[in-house]
């Protein structure tokens, strides 16, 4: 099969420094690219780690400005080394937590949820795999 990996996954958001900021504080990610969409409007954002071979994360502002109260996509999974470091990182920045606490896997692996500045669902996986 051709197909390697997940290469980007679209946010579509309200404003983009909004989002750029968040992901940047909460997930370390920064800006890759940035640029206007041929059809003038949307303004998109890349965003990652510098790595060639990363899945990044692409905001859109401007193809839909009436977004679901969860946002244009479910959630967006960040893996992460350890999960009780990074919960009491994301409380001391005044982070809204979906999940009250930290959810274990019967595999070991543990998660929580919080929410992005449009209200989309943003996870946070320690992985056992």
């Known amino acids: 099969m051709a197909v390697k990996r997940i290469e980007h996954v679209g946010l579509m958001v309200k404003d983009l420094e909004t989002s750029i900021d968040f992901y940047g504080r909460v997930a370390g990610l920064k800006v890759k690219d940035r ?3 041929t059809d003038g409007r949307m ?3 890349f965003l990652g ?3 060639s071979d990363e899945t990044e994360l692409e905001l859109i502002q401007g193809y839909n400005d ?3 109260q969860e946002g244009k996509v ?3 999974a960040f893996a992460v080394d350890d999960i009780e ?4 990182r994301l409380q001391g920045l005044g982070i809204r937590f979906i999940d009250t606490s930290i959810t274990t896997l019967p595999n070991g692996s543990r998660y929580f949820f919080f929410s992005g500045p ?3 669902w943003v996870e946070f996986f320690q992985s056992t795999r």
Do not use: N, R, T
């Open 35 to 37: 640029l206007l969409h």
């Open 43 to 45: 303004k998109l954002a």
């Open 49 to 51: 780690y510098g790595h």
């Open 66 to 68: 009436q977004l679901p």
């Open 74 to 76: 479910h959630h967006i």
């Open 85 to 88: 470091v990074e919960w009491s």
């Open 118 to 120: 449009d209200g989309e």
